[in-house]
Every structure is written in C-alpha cells, then in structure tokens.
C-alpha cells in the first residue's frame, strides 16, 4: 500500500507497553452489554470464550492476539500502519460527509497490549479488534495482526488495513444510528433473528471497508488479494468449520463478507452498502 501518501491521524492513542485495569471479562459484564455495544471483528462466542452465553450477545472476536502476561510495544512500523490507515479514513470519510451536507466526526483507535480499559468494559486481546459506541473508539491489541498472518494465513498491510477499515464502517454506523436501530430490532427478535441482524450490520461494514479502499487511492498491485484473503479468512463458517450452526452466525460466512467487500470495492458508492439485518 502506499501508506506514504496518506496522513498520520490525530486521534491515535498508543497505550502498548502499559498494564491495564479491568481484570476481565465477567458475567456481570456480560449482562450490562447490549448486543451491538461491542461490534467486534470475527466471531468467538461460546465456541471460544466458553462464557456459555449466546452468539447474540457474547463478547465475539477472532481471538488471537497477545495471550502472553508481558506487555509488548508497538513496533514503528505498526505505529505507520495504524496511524495513517486512520488518517485516510478520515480523509474519506470527511468527504463523503461533507458531499451529502454533514460533517464527520472521527474515531479514535486506541493501540493496547494484552488488557486495557474502554467504555464498554474491559479490553483484553483475545476479543480481537473491536469498536465501544460509548466512547466511539477502536481498540487493538496489534498482536492480532501477527494472528491474522500466522493463523489465518491473511498477511500483508491491505489485511491490516482492512480490519481497520472495516472497525470505522462501525463507527459510521453508529453516527448513522444504524447500530441503535439494529439493537431495537434485535431487541424484538428471536435469537436466530437476532444473530441474522448482526450479520447485516458486519457485512454493511465490510462494504464501508472497500469503499475506504476504493476511494483512498492507497492500494497497489495485490492489495486487493490481501483484503480478500482476510475477508475469506474470518468468515463464520471457515472459523467454526461446521461445529455451529448457520443460524447461529454473526459475522457472515466467508463468500457473504468478501461479496460485500468487493461491493464497497467495485463501487466506491456508501448508498451500495444497504443495511439488510
């Protein structure tokens, strides 16, 4: 990617290298949360966490991440990645706002090891990245992408780049009032109704990721293999290989998120990314 091109954001805050509070995530948590007060990227559940709580409203992630006890540090070229990532989301995003009479007001991506603290709660890495519409930030513990390389086989900057992406279409979400509206309807719905809901509101933000990427003017030749393999990657059905059931999916199998993807991509059109949940 040429990330040279793009600006190192202001709203980053690097908290690597510091022992967090929170001490956990407890069932007492678990039961204040709403379903989209995290929106994670990738899915756990009780496959993973073993929290013995629904898909609906458990702490979903990828996992991975830093399950060490030390607290390791950004690395300079993370720092890069991170910080001008973010920069171009809020050069496009700004602009796509401003075009249609508003104004953007951006998200904060806080990087952090092993466990901190958000407005939604405790922060550990194996939640992988996820978006707190309480303090509208992103936290990411960058070991994941270490994870995301090794473990599921999606490496490269464009596959970093696109969990970055696909956190702020969160946040578009929720300066839409996508995210409440989705709460209510979860809210009257049935589990599997429920997690079909959830489904909608990830694909919507893997669109708003290829939107990022079409109009940033960052990709090079095979970043768009990258951001493919990572949207293959994480796909309901490639993380729980046929132990859970479709009707209990969050995220989206893996041809549904690399479709939305490329919808975002091909276009570069917001209105190409409709909410279906």
């Not at 992406?165 to 996508?178: D, F, M, S």
């Not at 919507?204 to 090079?220: H, M, N, P, T």
Request: hydrophobic residues 35%; contains cysteine.
């Amino acid at each position: 990617m040429r990330l040279g091109d793009a600006p190192e954001s202001g709203n980053f805050e690097d908290r690597t290298g510091q022992r967090g509070g929170g001490g956990g995530i407890g069932g007492g948590l678990i039961g204040m949360l709403l379903p989209f007060v995290m929106s994670r990227f990738g899915i756990v559940g009780v496959l993973v966490l073993g929290l013995g709580y629904c898909a609906l409203t458990s702490l979903g992630g990828l996992g991975g991440g830093s399950t060490t006890t030390g607290e390791s540090k950004l690395t300079a070229d993370q720092g890069q990645v991170l910080k001008r990532v973010l920069g171009s989301t809020e050069q496009v995003w700004g602009q796509i706002f401003q075009q249609s009479g508003a104004q953007y007001k951006p998200t904060r991506l806080v990087a952090y090891s092993n466990q901190n603290n958000s407005g939604c709660g405790a922060a550990q890495s194996a939640m992988g990245p996820f978006y707190c519409p309480s303090d509208q930030s992103i936290y990411i513990d960058p070991t994941f992408f270490d994870e995301l390389s090794r473990r599921f086989q999606a490496p490269g900057d464009a596959a970093q780049a696109y969990v970055i992406a696909h956190e702020v279409g969160h946040h578009i979400q929720y300066l839409q009032g996508t995210l409440d509206r989705a709460q209510s309807a979860q809210a009257r719905s049935s589990t599997a109704a429920g997690n079909a809901v959830q489904v909608g509101v990830e694909l919507q933000a893997d669109c708003y990721a290829g939107v990022w990427a079409k109009r940033s003017g960052l990709l090079e030749q095979g970043d768009i293999g990258e951001g493919m393999r990572a949207a293959e990657a994480i796909g309901d059905d490639m993380l729980t290989k046929g132990r859970v059931s479709p009707d209990n999916f969050t995220h989206g199998t893996s041809a549904q998120r690399q479709e939305a993807l490329n919808r975002g991509l091909t276009t570069g059109d917001p209105a190409q990314c409709k909410y279906t949940g």
